[in-house]
């Protein structure tokens, strides 16, 4: 059974931290791309990051860059973003997705909220306080 398993979510002062991680199973982690994407109330998911598998790549949408950091440990099978500097703006629920086509080059095409990932998580709550 593929799980993905998002936790580390919760709530936060602004200029705080979190780091969120992405627990894979069912499937062979190293040869997917990963993404966080989130959504708060009343919007529509929004990409946040992605790795890529060829050369472990990051990218991040300008609202996060400089901020964020994706990361990926595949011995245990595990994406992790850690948010600095978190503001308001943040708050939102955050999931992790999975994808093999996407697995050389994440970005473009496949940094959409309208494209079909594989897999996603059940998503995490992140709370920023101002």
């Known amino acids: 059974e593929v799980q993905l398993v998002e936790s580390g979510g919760g709530l936060v002062q602004a200029g705080g931290s979190l780091r969120l991680s992405c627990a894979a199973s069912g499937f062979t982690f190293d040869d997917y791309a990963m993404f966080w994407f989130r959504q708060a109330p009343g919007k529509e998911r929004e990409g946040v990051s992605c790795i890529s598998r060829r050369d472990g790549d990051p990218y991040y949408s300008d609202s996060v860059k400089g901020r964020f950091t994706i990361s990926s440990d595949n011995a245990k099978n595990t994406v992790y973003l850690q948010m600095n500097s978190l503001k308001p703006e943040d708050t939102a629920v955050y999931y992790c997705?999975?994808?093999?086509?996407?697995?050389?080059?994440?970005?473009?095409?496949?940094?959409?909220?309208?494209?079909?990932?594989?897999?996603w998580g059940q998503g995490t709550q992140v709370t920023v306080s101002s």
């Open positions: 997705a999975a994808d093999l086509l996407s697995a050389t080059y994440c970005r473009g095409t496949y940094f959409s909220e309208t494209y079909e990932y594989d897999y």
